[in-house]
């Protein structure tokens, strides 16, 4: 990149042309405004705006990015200082550069210091893509030490990249902002669907929040909804708006936007999916799911007061052997005929959906009995045979 346009940036930021504008996000239950997102506009003094994706890569080509990140950082603390107590987290986008930048979040804590901002109140976004060309070893490192200062980091265009889940999980991450693109056919295609509840369902696990960016009709957010997604935001709810405007919005107009008299309509579909498994599990000790052609189980629920010994994940022959292991007396043969991989198999070739028997284990070193259920169903895409299992213990 030249120098001279450089300059040219150096000035529009002196000369206040750089602006923050801020998109708001908001919870995708209530509707309301929980946060929004500072996204930079070049504005000429004759009214003329100037797209981002005119002048941003060609500052990402260097770490020259670097001066309007910190320009955008210090426009979005001074905007949250002066909301007061009204004030909401915004989100920041950083460039890969600030991962080589030494003592980023010494400079990020000083910052918030000198506009007396809650680290909470603060949230670093880096693409995905980003992440991507740098080292694991660096990233991990530069997105702890941000951590360890209480500011939130969000992972955006989550899907866009080819990110493993090994360094998702290995990252102090607090969001996961996925894609735009995945909502481009308004959420028709079923493949798409899939990669979508697939996403959720990773974040779920891993206890990360979402934010679903790039929402333009209604169809998209009663998807999200069904998905559990935490935040959305898009041209649905609100264009990017001036400061003066986002001030007004998010400080006295910050009225529901979706209907939320029924909590149960609130709850999407890992919401009642959770509920449902908790109440499950006040009825029973042990929930599990297998898939008996791939010879593979996981344990979805293991009550902590009985010891089953049984690994969360594995082989479904491994853990016959186990509890076979431990059966007593003539419960060795009814567990044999009726709850081994192949006995499920043979029953769901013969017709049956269900099997239900009660064993007696040596748990521990003491006798007891427990009633088990299995549930046995085809794949609905594959020709595998799938089973949910149900054990709890028989009270004498």
Request: negative net charge; glycine residues 4%; hydrophobic residues 40%.
């Amino acid at each position: 990149m030249s120098t001279s346009f450089l300059d040219k940036v150096v000035n529009a930021i002196e000369n206040r042309e750089i602006k923050a504008y801020y998109q708001p996000q908001y919870d995708a239950s209530t509707g309301k405004i929980v946060s929004a997102e500072a996204l930079v506009r070049w504005v000429k003094p004759n009214g003329e705006i100037i797209s981002p994706d005119k002048f941003i890569p060609k500052l990402e080509k260097t770490d020259d990015i670097n001066i309007l990140d910190w320009y955008m950082a210090e426009e979005a603390c001074r905007t949250i200082h002066e909301m007061g107590d009204k004030a909401v987290p915004i989100a920041v986008n950083f460039s890969r550069w600030h991962v080589k930048e030494k003592d980023f979040y010494r400079k990020l804590q000083a910052i918030l210091t000198t506009y007396k901002v809650k680290p909470e109140m603060f949230e670093v976004e880096i693409t995905e893509s980003a992440l991507a060309v740098e080292d694991l070893k660096s990233i991990e490192e530069w997105a702890r030490n941000i951590a360890d200062t209480g500011v939130k980091i969000a992972i955006d265009d989550f899907g866009a990249g080819f990110t493993s889940l090994q360094f998702v999980k290995n990252m102090p991450v607090s969001f996961l902002k996925v894609d735009k693109a995945f909502l481009e056919d308004n959420c028709q295609d079923e493949r798409g669907r899939g990669t979508l509840e697939t996403v959720f369902f990773f974040a779920r696990r891993l206890s990360l929040k979402t934010i679903a960016e790039g929402v333009e009709t209604m169809e998209q957010l009663k998807f999200l909804q069904n998905m559990d997604c935490d935040r959305v935001q898009g041209y649905l709810f609100s264009r990017p708006l001036k400061k003066e405007d986002f001030l007004v919005l998010a400080m006295i107009d910050n009225a529901p936007m979706v209907d939320d008299d029924d909590f149960l309509k609130k709850q999407g579909t890992f919401s009642t999916h959770s509920l449902l498994l908790r109440a499950m599990k006040t009825e029973y000790d042990m929930i599990m799911f297998g898939n008996l052609y791939k010879n593979s189980y996981y344990m979805m629920y293991q009550n902590p007061e009985i010891f089953f010994d049984a690994p969360t994940a594995g082989v479904i022959d491994d853990m016959t052997h186990n509890a076979l292991a431990i059966c007593v007396g003539e419960s060795y043969k009814v567990y044999e005929e009726n709850l081994t991989r192949p006995a499920l198999l043979k029953a769901y070739n013969n017709g049956k959906t269900r099997v239900e028997v009660v064993v007696e284990h040596n748990v521990a070193g003491v006798p007891q009995k427990f009633r088990t259920i299995i549930h046995l169903m085809k794949h609905p895409h594959k020709e595998d045979v799938l089973m949910i299992g149900f054990s709890r213990k028989v009270e004498e």
